[in-house]
């Protein structure tokens, strides 16, 4: 079964910094990329940013200079997010991805989703 475990979400004023983990673990084959996405209430589900196991990253023109993504060991089941200059617009419920997923046990590709964690940017 694949479990994930993200943290580090919360409360921060505007301006602010929040560093967002998540690490993945099962009968894992091998993961193209890794991402979080973001929903804020009445919005659709959005791509935040993403990295590929080759490196290349992704990010959603609103964060772009604002937000990092980057691999936390060389297999690509844990990634952090770095998010600075936080904005009241960034808040949301932010969901770490796991995109086109190998399984040791299964054949085929799959999608896997995080619970999500609350990330609320407020004075």
């Known amino acids: 079964q694949v479990q994930f475990v993200e943290s580090g979400g919360g409360l921060v004023q505007p301006g602010g910094s929040l560093r967002l983990s998540c690490a993945v673990s099962?009968?894992?084959?091998?993961?193209?990329?890794m991402g979080w996405y973001r929903q804020a209430p009445g919005k659709e589900r959005e791509l935040v940013a993403a990295?590929?196991?080759?490196?290349?990253?992704?990010y959603t023109d609103s964060v772009k200079g604002r937000f990092t993504i980057s691999r936390d060991n060389a297999n690509n089941t844990a990634v952090s997010l770095r998010m600075n200059s936080l904005k009241p617009e960034d808040t949301a419920v932010y969901y770490c991805?796991?995109?086109?997923?190998?399984?040791?046990?299964?054949?085929?590709?799959?999608?896997?989703w995080g619970q999500g964690t609350q990330v609320t940017v407020s004075s």
């Open positions: 991805n796991a995109d086109r997923v190998e399984l040791t046990t299964t054949l085929g590709q799959f999608i896997f």
């Open positions: 099962g009968p894992i084959f091998s993961i193209y990329s």
């Open positions: 990295i590929t196991t080759g490196g290349s990253t992704f």
